[in-house]
């Protein structure tokens, strides 16, 4: 297989026979061997049955049906597990990401690049996203060591090497992007047009994109832990400055100290710090806690490949 092209889907029945349309149009003269990966996450929709009604007319697609939903980033290790393309393409299925960069992508793929990712001019969604992006952008350099020039786009490219890698990750807290960054620095990035949604709304809102940042903080890096010992360090440290001030004013000055006020604030204040640093350890230990119960990151329901089911029943992942 030259290309593999893996989609999740929910909540996009009708953008999917434009996207199987537009796929096929992008690649076809261009790989003689292609596959359109496409993961139902369980959509309350009616995808599944748009994608499985897709398979008699377009046999490159392998129609994937999970049993529950897991979340994009899952889907998409579902998507992956089942691709034998030499370069795997992963994108949306709103078709904000325009089939007719795929090519593109690959042949940078093939310049001995092993991950190549999309980077937009200008999105075309609402801008408390754009800010998202921008702030996860940012922790992802400083907590995984992103290079300050890569953009880490949805939409990308993987070498068939690095992909086998990144299957081999079985714990139930995936983020593909922190994945692909612990597994090689061979990355660049190519300019690409970020189109208007298809059709529908889209599925992430702001409690979604907090869950993403939080994967990406506590799943790659312990930053988070030691920003919260630094920080008890310090106000340590600036209380027993603030408490030998006072004593000595209190001896030498004949001067009590006043202010109920800020001594309340400074309580609370306190409180928080501490409750934040407890939430963060407690952030890992359930990770841990979770993992250790052999969470699936995924299971499948039902596989099938063209024309054909090629597998069912219960298959995790």
């Given at each position: 297989?030259?290309?593999?092209?893996?989609?999740?889907?929910?909540?996009?029945?009708?953008?999917?026979?434009?996207?199987?349309?537009?796929?096929?149009?992008?690649?076809?003269?261009?790989?003689?061997?292609?596959?359109?990966?496409?993961?139902?996450?369980?959509?309350?929709?009616?995808?599944?049955?748009?994608?499985?009604?897709?398979?008699?007319?377009?046999?490159?697609?392998?129609?994937?049906?999970?049993?529950?939903?897991?979340?994009?980033?899952?889907?998409?290790?579902?998507?992956?597990?089942?691709?034998?393309?030499?370069?795997?393409?992963?994108?949306?299925?709103?078709?904000?990401?325009?089939?007719?960069?795929?090519?593109?992508?690959?042949?940078?793929?093939?310049?001995?690049?092993?991950?190549?990712?999309?980077?937009?001019?200008?999105?075309?969604?609402?801008?408390?996203?754009?800010?998202?992006?921008?702030?996860?952008?940012?922790?992802?350099?400083?907590?995984?060591?992103?290079?300050?020039?890569?953009?880490?786009?949805?939409?990308?490219a993987i070498g068939r090497d690095v992909v086998r890698e990144l299957v081999k990750y079985d714990g139930p807290f995936t983020y593909v992007d922190g994945l692909i960054l612990t597994v090689t620095s061979n990355l660049t990035q190519i300019e690409a047009q970020h189109q208007s949604r298809f059709a529908g709304e889209s599925n992430y809102n702001l409690i979604r994109s907090i869950r993403v940042w939080l994967k990406l903080a506590t799943?790659?890096?312990?930053?988070?832990?030691?920003?919260?010992?630094?920080?008890?360090?310090?106000?340590?440290?600036?209380?027993?400055?603030?408490?030998?001030?006072?004593?000595?004013?209190?001896?030498?000055?004949?001067?009590?100290?006043?202010?109920?006020?800020?001594?309340?604030?400074?309580?609370?204040?306190?409180?928080?710090?501490?409750?934040?640093?407890?939430?963060?350890?407690?952030?890992?230990?359930?990770?841990?806690?979770?993992?250790?119960?052999?969470?699936?990151?995924?299971?499948?329901?039902?596989?099938?490949?063209?024309?054909?089911?090629?597998?069912?029943?219960?298959?995790?992942?």
């Amino acid at each position: 297989m030259d290309l593999s092209i893996v989609v999740p889907v929910y909540n996009s029945a009708e953008c999917l026979p434009e996207l199987a349309r537009q796929v096929r149009l992008a690649v076809a003269d261009q790989f003689a061997r292609f596959e359109l990966i496409l993961v139902d996450d369980c959509s309350p929709d009616d995808s599944w049955r748009v994608i499985s009604g897709l398979v008699p007319s377009h046999p490159e697609i392998v129609a994937v049906r999970l049993r529950k939903n897991v979340g994009q980033d899952n889907a998409i290790m579902a998507g992956l597990h089942q691709a034998r393309g030499d370069c795997v393409v992963i994108m949306d299925d709103d078709l904000q990401h325009d089939p007719e960069d795929i090519p593109h992508l690959c042949a940078k793929l093939r310049d001995g690049f092993d991950v190549v990712f999309a980077r937009f001019g200008a999105k075309r969604q609402a801008w408390w996203k754009n800010l998202g992006s921008w702030f996860t952008d940012r922790v992802a350099t400083v907590l995984l060591r992103k290079p300050r020039d890569i953009y880490l786009s949805p939409f990308k490219a993987i070498g068939r090497d690095v992909v086998r890698e990144l299957v081999k990750y079985d714990g139930p807290f995936t983020y593909v992007d922190g994945l692909i960054l612990t597994v090689t620095s061979n990355l660049t990035q190519i300019e690409a047009q970020h189109q208007s949604r298809f059709a529908g709304e889209s599925n992430y809102n702001l409690i979604r994109s907090i869950r993403v940042w939080l994967k990406l903080a506590t799943s790659f890096s312990l930053v988070p832990l030691r920003i919260a010992t630094v920080t008890g360090m310090i106000i340590a440290v600036v209380s027993f400055l603030m408490a030998t001030y006072f004593v000595i004013e209190a001896l030498f000055l004949a001067r009590a100290p006043e202010g109920w006020p800020s001594l309340i604030v400074a309580v609370f204040f306190l409180g928080g710090i501490q409750l934040m640093g407890i939430g963060a350890v407690g952030e890992y230990i359930g990770r841990i806690f979770i993992t250790q119960n052999k969470r699936p990151q995924f299971t499948i329901r039902e596989v099938v490949r063209g024309r054909e089911p090629m597998a069912g029943g219960d298959t995790s992942g």
